[in-house]
Nanobody, 121 residues
Framework: QVQLVESGGGLVQAGGSLRLSCAAS????????MGWYRQAPGKQRELVAA???????NYSDSVKGRFTISRDNAKNTVYLQMNSLKPEDTAVYYC???????????????WGQGTQVTVST
């Protein structure tokens, strides 16, 4: 089994910063892409940022220049540094990873439990 555990969410004032972390554990052979998604009340879940195993990144237009995704492959961990936060960034943030388990032939998507980020005015 594979588990993703997120941490780092919380309440912050507009203009502030937060850093999210997501650590993967379990029977992992290799982790391919990792990413962060978010879901605000009444809205669909959307991609915020993603990073490949080689370090290539992509961001949604709404966070470009403010958020930075990174990963530590040795620790099976992905991070999301969020700066210049805005009230519209308020959402539950979910970690996602495409994981190839030991003994498996194909990778599967795994999700964290989500962490709340609230940005006040």
């Amino acid at each position: 089994q594979v588990q993703l555990v997120e941490s780092g969410g919380g309440l912050v004032q507009a203009g502030g910063s937060l850093r999210l972390s997501c650590a993967a554990s379990g029977s992992i052979f290799r982790i391919n892409a990792m990413g962060w998604y978010r879901q605000a009340p009444g809205k669909q879940r959307e991609l915020v940022a993603a990073i490949t195993s080689g370090g290539s990144t992509n961001y949604s237009d709404s966070v470009k220049g403010r958020f930075t995704i990174s990963r530590d492959n040795a620790k099976n961990t992905v991070y999301l540094q969020m700066n210049s936060l805005k009230p519209e960034d308020t959402a539950v943030y979910y970690c996602n990873a495409d994981v190839l388990r030991v003994g498996a032939r194909v990778g599967y998507d795994y999700w964290g439990q989500g962490t709340q980020v609230t940005v006040s005015t």
